[in-house]
């Protein structure tokens, strides 16, 4: 097991998350498969060990000792067990993330795409003055921000297409604007880096990009925030 994706994946995990894990594969929803059970019993037998995922106990005849006491040694077995355990301890990595505090206005903004299906005015005002004030609230102005800005106005112009067309320029206006200065940060963000490493390693910039440099040089958008 020692080299197997499953322990490499075990890796990611920080000891909280290796202790609620624990939780997540005790669920009916997550671990809901037939072998349920045994993967239970293998998670228990790592973590008897853990923090040492190099252990002799997790050498493969060792794991299915302890998960299958008395049962002959058949590789493809604890194969399986392995195999959808990982199934789901991606899935238990994956929700981490998405529900991590700097996911928070992404989540936001997925709740106001599904308001916006219902077709309810009410509703979907109270969802995006949400994620409007969280914007507002970040003080430092910051690539980060200028994107939120951009995807807010998209998801007001991509309300407003769906129930006003024609009355107005459904917040293309806005949404383009925030779009450009938002695109033009993070390009300048780039070419700052490539002309840092360009003068480390002596890199020869395409004509293109010197041009754009030029043209990026000159003093002519002011940032402010969104």
Known sequence: ???????????ILNESQFEDFRNFLSSDYFNAGPLRG?????????????PDLNHDALHR????????P???????????????MNKILKEYI????YRSEENEFYRDMEWVKLIRTTGDPVKYQLAIDKVKTRLEEL???????????????????????ENYSGKDDANLVKTIEHFST????????????LLFASKASQIDLPETLKNRVAELSTPQKKFNNP
């Open 139 to 161: 003080e430092h102005l910051s690539i980060e921000k200028l994107r939120i800005g951009y995807l807010i106005e998209n998801e007001i112009h991509e309300w407003e297409s």
């Open 1 to 11: 097991m020692h080299k197997s994706t499953l322990l490499f994946h075990f890796k």
């Open 182 to 193: 938002y695109q033009t940060a993070q390009e300048l963000y780039y070419i700052n880096n």
């Open 70 to 84: 008395g049962k002959e040694f058949l590789k493809g077995r604890l194969d399986k067990v392995m195999h959808e």
């Open 61 to 68: 005849e060792n794991a299915h000792a302890a998960i299958f």
């Open 38 to 50: 045994d993967v239970i019993a293998l998670f228990d037998h790592i973590l008897s060990v853990y």
């Open 94 to 97: 994956l929700l981490s993330k």
